[in-house]
């Protein structure tokens, strides 16, 4: 039977303020929880952390104090989605750690949107952007092994390769062609908008994580390859935004929300493997469902349009968190001299990007070449994990 969030009954708004017991859950456990139980927890902060900024946003461009009230009242609701979520995080992970789950997120998340979604310019765009988070991890996963010890197939556990993608150092490109050329939001495939809101959202998340916790680390080359990925992500924010259609109403982007919102935790309700934590995407998905209905009955008082003109008429089917070796491997065979030009991808070295080039790298060795040329000195080999190695091509 199709899911359709529209026909569904939520928990009323009244009875979804959770007091401290419920707000304290049990965070999974750190030495076996599945990776891929991690990685929807990341993408459901990520998530909440859009709702609840998103919302602001919406508040801040409201004159209307009734309408700022019924904001602030699912703002708040929202807001405790995100502490319960991220609180499943167990305490135990260290920073560097924390971020290899989220390149191994950007990953696998924009691995299988890119292969689900059906407008080609769009594909391309996650295609495009994927491989440069794929070499984030290996990257992060050669500090991980030199200053603190340790192998990053503890963390992403044979789910995912690491090994280089396209360098790191060519992802600083000229602003300007960062970013993309939006869908047409009367044309488009009601997946596309969601597929484009969730990777922008998680790439939002990365940014921010990125540029608070870099500072905290003490060794020279852990900061300075912070401040290069951190950077990076600016980049991926920009060209994942760019692709949203800047002509949605305050009104229709706020469904969007909340209808994305339904369908990752409906995703995640059906494809989770810990039990736990899937009672709490389900006790989420019943207090967006009402979320939902809340922003249909303001986007049809505003807009004038029946909801069902945006939405698909049922979910598609479960964003779902499954190895992508052969895909990105595949990728990686065919995309990895690409870079932008305009809001078009070009294989050459262009003059905008070698200028950009010159202007940061100020004729020295970037972070993340320095980064393994460092790890060679002490460990004889940059790491690696290839798993699939000795099948592929
Ligand atoms: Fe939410
Ligand atoms: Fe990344
Ligand atoms: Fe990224
Ligand atoms: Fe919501």
New binding site residues.
Partial sequence: MAFDPLQERGIPLDEQVRDWRELNVTPIDPDHADPYTRCRIITMNGIETE?ISFSHQLARHCPDTELKQQLAC?RYL?AQQQKAVNWLLPGLASVLETTIAYEQVAVDLTSWVARMEPDPYLRQAYEFGVLEDFDHLYRYANLYEMIEHRKAEKIVDRLTEVMPGRPTYLHHRDPVDNVREPYDRTRTEPLSRLHALTIMAAEQQTMNFYMNVGPMYMEPIARRLYQEIGLIEEEHVTHYESLVDPGESWWEMLLNH?YN?CYLYYSFMETESDPKVKNIWELHLGM?LE?LRLAAELFKRFDGRDPDQVLAAALPPPVTFEPNKAYVRDLLSTQIDCTTLGTGYVREAHERFSKMQEAIMGGEQPPSERVIDDNRAISGQDYRFEVEAAVSR
Avoid: N, P
């Fill in positions: 709702a699912i929202e909340e919102e967006e979320h």
